[in-house]
């Protein structure tokens, strides 16, 4: 190993041990004027977020061409998978998003062709980018002068700097990924927490976040078009996630589940690693629950599952005092705040 490795290793290490501290970070110091979700560290635009929950299926999704994105190299992808590859990391197709407004009386969501290491490529490249510039702090500053030393991130000011607006889609490619709260809707209401193991997962290892979670794309190419809806990219989440099945690869025939409601609540981007997350809740009637997740796992194949109370301390600690990722506490706090709609 020469002497560049060993110093984007040593950077590396430092992303994975304190991605809870650099996310507050991040967005303190380089986004103090974006708007934000809930008071959460999120970042949002107005459009993003609608006034009140709003039925998944009310969702418009359009397919559109993708505009062409260049990545200097080498890809931070390829660097990862020689030195630190996690033990889920494939690069299969995605739905890219171009576009969303789901503030208005059409609520829409317009996507091209995507790739899952687009956002590896750029989210934990200025994530990874953040993390050296933290080792080189002095004085309490960040010296966002080394921000370009290592090769990934290209030349000026770095790859952060190049991306601009956190939440404009146009300016990168965006992976989206659905983060639901999944509430069992109960006179002792409940919903499922899950820890992100970090030797499994390219992102996020080490935090809590909602259950399920999932990037929004096909099983494979060629199921692209059957698969473009929202809430069966979700149905596969809960199957995998919550019933330990291992991930399709082939064509799904989706299941007609009755008892399971979900909303939108919003979408942000996270300050850290720019990773953009649709929030949902999937409010579930005991019936459906108990039929559905009769044989619900307390590890996956990404880390473990944990069931707690739906109630303000158990929401007030892990918005706002646990190492939750940022769409996992912004969706919590947006749950709590609708859930006399949700739970009614």
């Not at 996310?23 to 986004?31: I, K």
């Not at 995507?114 to 960040?142: K, M, Q, W």
């Not at 892990?318 to 859930?339: F, P």
Request: aromatic share 8%.
């Amino acid at each position: 190993m020469d002497q560049r490795d060993d110093a984007w290793l040593r950077a590396r290490r430092h992303l994975q041990a304190n991605r809870y501290e650099l996310g507050m970070a991040a967005h303190r110091e380089l986004y103090p004027d974006t708007a934000r979700v809930a008071g959460t560290p999120l970042l949002t635009a107005p459009q993003w977020m609608p006034v009140a929950p709003i039925p998944l299926d009310v969702v418009v999704l359009e397919r559109a061409d993708s505009p062409l994105h260049g990545t200097p190299p080498p890809r931070y992808s390829e660097i990862m998978a020689r030195l630190a590859r996690p033990a889920v990391f494939e690069n299969r197709p995605t739905y890219r998003l171009l576009d969303a407004v789901l503030d208005g009386d059409r609520p829409h969501m317009r996507f091209g062709d995507g790739r899952y290491f687009d956002g590896v490529d750029t989210g934990e490249a200025v994530a990874h980018e953040f993390a050296e510039a933290h080792l080189t702090r002095t004085n309490g500053t960040f010296e966002q002068s080394h921000c370009s030393k290592v090769p990934f991130v290209g030349q000026g000011g770095g790859a952060r700097s190049a991306i601009g607006d956190p939440v404009d889609p146009s300016r990168r490619p965006v992976n989206v990924a659905i983060s639901a709260i999944t509430i069992r809707r109960d006179d002792r209401s409940s919903f499922l927490v899950h820890h992100r193991d970090p030797a499994r997962v390219a992102h996020a290892g080490g935090l809590l976040q909602v259950l399920p979670v999932g990037i929004f794309q096909p099983v494979s190419p060629d199921t692209a078009e059957h698969d473009f809806d929202l809430w069966r990219c979700l149905q596969r989440e809960f199957v995998e996630e919550l019933l330990g099945e291992p991930e399709a690869t082939g064509r799904v025939e989706y299941e007609r589940w009755e008892g399971m409601h979900p909303f939108v609540l919003g979408m942000g981007v996270d300050p850290l690693t720019l990773a953009t997350d649709l929030l949902v809740a999937v409010v579930v009637d005991p019936s459906a629950y108990d039929r559905t997740f009769a044989a619900r796992v307390a590890e996956n194949d990404e880390g473990t599952v944990s069931e707690h109370p739906f109630t303000a301390d158990v929401v007030d600690r892990l918005v706002h005092e646990e190492r939750m990722q940022a769409a996992g506490a912004a969706v919590v706090a947006l749950a709590w705040k609708y859930r006399d709609e949700l739970l009614s």
